[in-house]
Every structure is written in C-alpha cells, then in structure tokens.
C-alpha cells in the first residue's frame, strides 16, 4: 500500500483564478490538474477561495486520481496556506 499527499493551491490569474492539484508519493510529484477558473464557487451566499480549492481538489481525487486506484483516507492538518497565505487544501491518500 502506498500513501501520498494531494495538495491544491488557487492561485489568482489575470481573468480569474488558477487551481493547480499536486500528487506527492515522496517518490516525485505530479502535477494533476492544473486550469483557469473563471469564477468561485459560493458558500453561504458569498465567493469563497477557500472552499473553491477545497471542492475542486476533492473531485480530482474523486475522478482523475479515483482512476489511478488512490482513494482518499484524510484531510491533512497542512491546509492552513503556509507562508504564502494563498488558499489550499491536503489531503492524504492511499493505493
């Protein structure tokens, strides 16, 4: 069984946004999903970046990575941004 951490970031882009969903099995990192989104998603009435990367990450796990056999165990504690404060979501899973 192996494990790994997919990590999403929303970047802002010049006409919207930019989500990119990292896979890192500590092996290499791969690059997932990566597209310009026009709009956020609304959570209680209001745009919300935060849920955006979060939603948009758990259906890339739940399509593109469901596909490669990874499933997802948990969401990590690391969802806080770091230091760049940019919206992010980690979860761990496992093949």
């Known amino acids: 069984m192996r494990f ?3 990590t999403g970031i929303l970047f802002p882009d010049r006409d ?5 969903v990292s896979l890192d099995d500590r092996r290499s990192v791969e690059t997932v999903r990566a597209e310009h989104i026009d709009e956020l998603l609304v959570r209680d009435g209001a745009s ?10 758990q259906e890339t796990i739940g399509t593109t990575l469901a596909e490669q056999g990874w499933e997802a165990i948990s969401e990590s504690e690391l969802e806080d941004g770091g230091a760049s404060g940019l919206p992010m979501a980690v979860y761990v899973v496992r093949r």
């Open 16 to 20: 919207g946004y930019r989500i990119e």
């Open 4 to 6: 790994a951490h997919v």
């Open 48 to 57: 919300d970046p935060w849920w955006t990367v979060d939603q948009l990450t």
